[in-house]
Structure formats: C-alpha cells, structure tokens
C-alpha cells in the first residue's frame, strides 16, 4: 500500500508519516491562533473553530438540560411538593404540578434537539471529518457556518420559549395537547416548535455537507472500505438526517400552523387526526435516535481500536452495520405506538423488524469486544468511557427487548422502565461516547494534556452515578410507577386514575418500594453531578495550564493524528497519505513527547 | 485568506481552496443540490401523506372542497410554470455557451414566470380570503353563505339579461343561519366514523347526497358548492393551502436566487467554465415545478 503512487496535484511525493522532531511537533501558528478577535471566530469558515463553536454551544445546553434533570430529581426524592412547587410560585404557577411538567418538558427538549443531536456529529464530526479525510475543509465551508447558526437561531428560540412562560407538553409536542392552547396554556409552545424546526433543518444542512465531502473529497488512495469508521457512522448518520428531518420540518410547520392559525390537521376538535401526529413525529424521532447513536458508535470503534493497540475486529460488518441501522431505522417507528390504537397487525409487523434491529447493534458490540480481546489496552479516560458505553448500550440494548415485544411493552408502557431504557440507550449511549471523544480528541483540538488521576475519579463518579440513577428505575418501572408523575405519595395515588379501586394497603406496599428507589434514583445523580463538576473543573485546568500535547499522544493512525496538534488552518502542511487506519505499527511511544513518535525505519505492512 | 491564497497558485480563481479542481467543485455542489433537493421533496412528502390519509379517511371533502377552485387558474398557472422551466433550462445551456445577455434575458423571463405565478396565486388566495374560505380562523361559512346567495342572483339575473331561458330558477341555498363557526368548525367532518355513529350526525347541519358523478369532463369553471357542502371542506381548504402555501415560499425563494444570479451574469460572474450556480438553481426551479405539477391534479382536477 505504501508503493501507491501520490497525488497528482500533490508537488512531491510526501512521507507517509510526520518527521518525527520534536521541534515540529507544535506548530506555533494553528487554526486557534492565527487569527485573533471574536469576529475572527464568528466569520469563521474553518471547519475546526466551527467544531468548537458547536462544542461550547452543546456543553452550554447539556448544563442547562442538566439543571432541570438535577431539579426533577431533587423533586421526586420525597412525596408530595417540594422544589418544584418553589420554583412554581416563584414563578406564579397556578399548581405545582405544572411547573414540574415544563421541568420535564424543556430537560427533554433541551438534551434531545440542542444536545445529543448536534451533539457527535455537528461539534466532533466537523472537527475530525475533513481532516481524517486528509481534507483542507468539509465540501461547503459557508453552509456549514450558516447551520451553525440555524442551530444558534435554534437555541434562542428555545430560551425565548422558557422565557414566554414556558411549555409542559412534553419533547414530543404531542397534539392535542400542543395545539389546543387551552389544554398547555404556557406561551411557550410556538417559539420552541420554531426552535426545534430551526434545529432540524441545522441537522440537514450539516447532512448534506458531510455527505458531499466523504463523496468528493476522499482522497483516490481511500477506498470506502480504507475509511475510518468514524466516516462510515458520519455516514449514515448523515443519510438519516437528510431522509427524516425534512418530514420533522413539515409536521412542526403544520403544528405552528394549527396553533397559531386555527388549520385543522392534528387536533380532533378541528377534524384533525392526532394518531397521524404520532406517525409523523416518530418517522422522524425514531430515527433520529439513530442520528444519537451512530455517530456514539464510531467515536468508540475509534477509541477501541486506537486504546487496544490492534486493529479493528470486522471492519466491514461495523461499516455496513451502521448501514443497516440508519435503514432498518426508518421502519420501527411505530414501536413507539403499540398502544395508540393502531391497528394489530402493524403492531406485530413494527414489533418484529425492532428485534430484528438488534442484529446490527450486536454486531457492532460483539466486534469492539473481539478488538480488545488480547490487546495492549490502555487504560486510559477515553478508553474508561468507551467501555462504559459498551456496559450501558448493552444494558440499554437488552431492556429494549421487553419494550419491542407487543404483550410485556402493554405493561411497560408509560412507566420509569421506558425512562431507564432510553436513559440507558441515549444519555448512557450517547453522552458515554460523547465523553470518551472529548477526552480522545482533547489534546488535538485543544494542543493541551488533561490530568489523567482526576479525570478519572470524575469518570468513576459519572459511571457510577449513572447506574446507581437509572438502574433502579427499571425496577419500580416494572412495578408500576408511571412516568412524567410529579408526586407519587399514597394520596396522589388514590386521587389518580390509576389507584381508583385499589386497595389502600397494596397502594402503601408500592409507595414504600418507589420511595426507596426514587432517593436511590436521586443520590445517584448527584454522584453524576458530582462528577461532571469534577470534569469541568479537569478541562478548565487544561485549557489554563495543560502541558502541551504532542502529535499523536494515544498513537492512533487515523489522519487527524497524522498533523500537529492543534491542526494548522489548512489542516495539513503537505498532503498525508492516507493508509490503514488501524494499523499502529508505524508509531512508537516516545516519554519526552508523552506521546508517539513516527517510527524511523518503517516496518513492512501487512 | 492570502495563506492560503499563496498556497494554492496553481487553482483557478472560480475554485474554492479546499477543492483541487474545478471538476471537484462542481461534482460537489451538483451532489450537495441533489441531496438537498430529495430533503425538499421528503419535506413535501409529508404534506403528501397527509394528503392521502384525509382522502382515503374522507372523500367528500376533497369532492365539496375542490369545487371551491378554479380549474381554469390552475391550468394557467401550471402551464406558466412549465414554461418558466423551459426558459430557465434554456438560460443554463446559453451560460454554458457563453451567451450573457440571452442568458440574461431567458432569466428575466424565468423571473416573470414565477412573478406571474405569484400573481395568479394572488388572485386566487384573496378570493378565498373574501368568500369565507381561507385557511383556520378565516374559515367562515356565514361569509361563504353571502357569497354564494349574491353568486347565484348574479348567475341567475345573467340569464335573464341574456333571455335565455332556463327551465329552473337557481337553487335556493339551505338555510344555514344559526350555525355558529364553532359548529360549523367542530363536527363537521366525522373522522372515525366506525367509532361514532355517522347517522346521527353534526347538529344543525344539512344532510347532503353525495356529488354527483361528472364522468371525464373537466369543467373548467365548476358550480359553486353549497354552503353545506363548504363547511364538510374545511380540512381541504386547509390543505390546499398548506400545501400550495409551502410551495408558494419555495416560489418566492427561487424567485430571490433567480434575481440573484440574474444580477451576477449582468456582473459577468459566469462563463463557460464557471456557471454552477446558474446550474444549481435551475435544478432548484425544476424541483419548484414539478412539485407544482403534482399539486395542480390532487387538488384542482379531482374526480368522483
């Protein structure tokens, strides 16, 4: 592979990895530096400093989404009012209730539309795509500007939503409740549709540039099947964000419509039909549960093979199983309405293609654990949170089995079971392997090492936390707590539809196993806040005074670790070549750089 | 800029510095339409879905509510957007070949395809408006009811100007008055009708025998429908302007990038080796007709 000729435009035939100097090893002038000012930044066109935007954005909403999950914890600790109920008459609330609804409401629509989203994709996806395809740019640098900002536009209307009183829908807007303005009377509800409407069409621009740059600018030496596959995942996260987003956009358009203008389209009282609502909204929102998860997945088949020093187990069964998620994704979305009264047999045929999505999803977790297997793993933090994705996504991945099969899902249904899955798939999944790429691409993005000892002591708080937060969910799910309930004490039950006619000592018999889980529930997110208090405080110190990071300080061979750290504008001083991406015998740790060096008589490859 | 202007000598000015040819250029901004191009008809997909669900759930809706729109603008608008396609594949090949001004002149001529378009959809829209049968709040039957009393003296006093004879006098409208918009609104349409019982239908409504069959004909000025028959239309008429008012904004925003490069070929932007943009929104303006060329049958040239 090495004897492949260069480039044609390339000048001269360049060396296959960087010169090992450590004089060089640091650019002075780099994408953070060579130009000064906030306009610089603002007007930006690089794809890198636009990453870095997304970034501080995203961090910005995962802590506001955040805070709102922290309260609705500190609520549930104990029965009847507590933190919600200050909040509310702080805020003139007619019941308390209400004011934990819009808690509820804008956790979930901040972490899903301004988070996990954007999250992988839009802030590392930008970052890393163009340059591990040894590229100067993503194909359409003023488009990916204008998404950035169709994502800020995004963001205000969001806060322009919490500030116009709020909304207590629920993320999914569901009608009638979002149309009717007398059913949600908060102000709210437009501006966050709009927002969410803006988001989207943020996600399909990003789409479309990512599609055309792995098409167009792929160097001729990089075959499909020679791609990282963190560009298969980006990939097909991108062909599920140009297929479902547009039918998002259309069915929010409609639902401002409704609202605002009186159209009849969803609400029943208007002859609209609300199960088509649920149809629509799930075409899009079930899929985009893959645009969480896809990119989550090849940020750890990354880290894997990159912290395991050997080269990935089943190249081809992960890239086309990423594939054949973002397929089989779009025809399992009525798994999220087995009982709005569709009809039986769409219940089944939904029911049977969500196992059979499993398939891939196990592919992928069967060949990351056969990549460690006898690696020299490196335990270090991004390899810490890749395999405590893999822990969470299984988990998270099992417990979907009961909610897809018809007859357990009806028992299920509603209750804190469906909250610890999708906690377990999207905030475990997810935010796992968005950590595990912050602390991976951190010293090049940044040029900065971080503390290893306490970030690893925010890991285990965040790890644990986590489990301790949500596992005992699945339990009382499975015994009956329903969810998005404000209060859950003996009285609430009695007074709720649910408890009319049981028996008052089997209602206290319940009340007293959610009790014990709900404060477990809570102490186990303030272990997770704890953490990522610790976290910020690890990365704030890097960026302050982290001692400068080399090259390649992990010694992977995917082409970002190829140019010095932070990456110049232009992301490379002379054209890599790209080769095996997974192959490490080219690099050799070298302790004065705290990282890897090019190896000077070059190994024969395989 | 000037790095990397220094860097990349070599580049044509027309190319971008992180492409390594013109032909990888266009490759991409051809690709990147195209794609963004299947996000617009997806977008229209979902309107076209809901399209087919309201016709299948109710028939007679589509059946009253279509006969609110003049077949003959529909015609004449479609024909005027298939020409402004035409004009416009046209103004791509004269860029092409080097032509300025006949490109600028086949632009201007797009330009006034889509104005005409507009225009015509102007006319249609504030008839709507004033007759009571806009979209949601201006949805109003009383509104309707005057116009359709006046319409038909009006028919029936031509007639007699004419001293023709007609062997009926017109039809008197069923006596509507005392509905309020909200019952006109509310039950109007039954949409699980093997839930409730459709017999006893909405209270204070006029039962109505289904349209009568017109075979092929296609009258290029329909009947007015009945009061009646205007309250069971009200989710047409809401879909017909959801769905026409998306594709009026895709008009309104392909007029605005036609304008603009309209104003670059008059700058001299283009040329034989650098009209890509020209290229780009004459796909955008095809996408904008063809759109408009499923519209105009689903929701002017309906059949019983």
Redesign the interface.
């Known amino acids: 592979m090495t004897t492949t000729p260069t ?1 044609p ?1 390339a000048p001269t035939p360049t060396p296959r990895a960087p010169q090992p100097l450590p004089a060089e090893e640091n650019a002075p002038i780099n994408y953070l530096n060579e130009t000064r000012g906030i306009w610089s930044w603002m007007t930006t066109l690089d794809h890198k400093r636009i990453g870095v935007m997304y970034l501080v954005g995203v961090i910005v909403s995962f802590f506001l989404g955040g805070v709102m999950a922290i309260l609705l914890r500190t609520e549930l600790f104990s029965a009847g009012p507590g933190v919600a109920k200050l909040i509310g008459d702080a805020l003139g609330h007619d019941k308390w209730q209400d004011t934990y609804n819009q808690m509820f409401t804008l956790h979930g629509a901040l972490m899903v539309f301004l988070f996990i989203i954007p999250g992988i994709p839009a802030a590392f996806g930008n970052f890393v795509l ?1 340059i591990m395809l040894g ?7 003023r ?1 990916n500007l204008f998404s950035f900002y169709l994502w800020c536009g995004g963001a205000v209307f969001f806060i322009a939503a919490i500030a116009l009183g709020g909304l207590d829908t629920g993320w999914t807007f569901y009608t009638p409740y979002s149309t009717d303005p007398a059913s949600s009377t908060f102000g709210g509800v437009i501006p966050a549709v709009f927002g969410a409407f803006l988001l989207g069409f943020s996600s ?1 621009l990003t ?3 990512f ?3 792995i ?3 792929r160097p001729k030496v990089m075959g499909w099947f020679k791609m990282p596959l963190m560009l298969w995942a980006l990939y097909s996260t991108a062909i599920i964000q ?6 998002l ?3 929010l ?2 639902l401002i ?2 609202r605002a ?5 969803f609400d ?6 609300p199960i ?1 609502y649920q149809h ?1 909204f799930w075409f899009y929102s079930h899929p985009a549960v893959y645009i969480m998860i896809l990119p989550a997945m090849g940020v750890v088949s990354e880290v894997i093979s990159a912290m395991s020093r050997k080269h990935i187990f089943g190249y081809s069964f992960i890239a086309m199983s990423s594939l054949a998620i973002a397929l089989l994704g779009f025809l399992v979305w009525g798994h999220h309405m087995f009982t709005s009264g569709q009809s039986d047999t769409l219940n089944a045929i939904f029911s049977f293609i969500t196992f059979f999505i499993a398939v891939p999803s196990a592919i992928k977790v069967f060949n990351w654990l056969a990549t460690m297997y006898k690696g020299a793993i490196l335990l270090k933090s991004p390899m810490f949170y890749a395999m405590s994705f893999i822990w969470v996504f299984s988990i998270g991945g099992l417990t979907g089995l009961p909610l897809a099969a018809i007859s357990t899902d009806i028992h299920l249904h509603d209750t804190y079971f469906v909250v610890a899955h999708f906690h377990y798939v999207m905030v475990g999944g997810t935010v796992f392997a968005f950590l595990a790429a912050l602390h991976y691409w951190w010293p090049k993005m940044f040029g900065k090492h971080y503390d290893e000892k306490p970030s690893l002591v925010a890991w285990f708080f965040i790890f644990m936390g986590f489990n301790v937060t949500f596992f005992v969910q699945f339990i009382m799910g499975a015994h009956g707590m329903p969810r998005r309930y404000a209060d859950w004490s003996v009285e609430a039950w009695k007074a709720s539809q649910i408890g009319k006619g049981l028996d008052t000592s089997f209602i206290e018999s319940k009340v007293q196993l959610f009790e014990v889980c709900h404060k477990i529930s809570t102490i186990g997110s303030y272990g997770m806040l704890i953490g990522f208090l610790i976290l910020s405080y690890v990365l704030v110190r890097s960026l302050m005074a982290g001692k400068p990071a080399s090259r390649n300080p992990w010694g992977a061979n995917t082409l970002e670790w190829h140019c010095s750290s932070p990456p110049p ?2 992301n490379f001083a002379t054209q890599p070549q790209p080769n095996d991406p997974y192959n490490y015998s080219g690099w050799t740790y070298e302790p004065t750089l705290e990282g890897y060096k090019a190896c000077e008589p070059k190994e024969p490859e395989h | 800029m000037s ?2 202007d220094a ?1 990349h000598q ?1 580049h044509d000015e027309h190319v ?6 013109a032909g ?1 250029q266009v ?2 901004g051809k ?2 339409m195209w ?2 191009l ?3 008809i ?6 076209f ?2 399209y087919a ?2 016709r299948h ?1 109710n028939p007679e809706t589509f059946e009253y509510g279509h006969l609110l729109l003049e077949t003959k603008w529909g015609a004449i608008n479609t024909l005027v957007l298939i020409a402004s396609s035409f004009t416009m594949a046209w103004g791509v090949r004269t860029a092409q070949l080097n032509k300025r001004k006949a490109t600028s002149v086949l632009l201007t001529l797009t330009l006034l395809g889509g104005l005409g378009f507009m225009c015509i959809k102007y006319i249609e829209y504030s008839g709507k408006f004033s007759h009571g049968t806009g ?3 201006f ?1 109003d039957v009383v509104a309707y009811e005057k116009y359709y009393n006046k319409h038909q003296a009006d028919h029936a006093h031509d007639h007699d100007a004419k001293g023709e004879a007609h062997d009926e006098p017109a039809e008197p409208a069923p006596v509507l008055h005392g509905t309020t918009r909200a019952a006109a ?2 039950p ?2 039954n ?1 699980h009708s093997d839930i409730a019982d459709p017999a006893a239908g909405p209270a204070g409504l006029v039962k109505l025998d289904p349209p009568k069959p017109k075979g092929f004909h296609i009258p290029w000025v329909h009947d007015k429908p009945t009061p009646a028959q205007v309250v069971q239309s ?2 047409f008429v ?2 017909y ?2 769905m026409t008012g ?1 594709h009026g904004i895709h008009v309104l925003v392909g007029m605005g990038l036609i304008g603009w490069i309209l104003s670059r070929n008059m700058r001299g932007h283009f040329s034989s080796k650098n009209y890509m943009a020209v290229d780009l929104v004459g796909l955008y303006w095809h996408l904008v007709d063809l759109i408009w060329i499923f519209l105009f049958p689903l929701l002017y040239l309906i059949h019983t």
């Open positions: 480039q435009t163009p590229a100067k740019d993503v194909a359409f640098p488009l399909i789409g479309v540039n599609i055309a740059s098409h167009m600018l140009i297929l479902a987003t547009p039918v956009g259309i069915t358009l409609l419509a409704e203008g009186d159209i009849g389209v029943p009282s208007k002859g609209g039909d088509l629509f504008h232009e | 790095q990397a860097d070599h971008a510095h992180h492409f390594e040819s990888q490759s991409s690709l990147g794609v963004f299947a996000t617009e997806l977008m229209f997909g979902g309107l879905v809901l669900v309201y759930n979209p949601g709040k949805f609104i509310a109007a349409v949409f009200r989710n809401d879909i302007f959801a998306l």
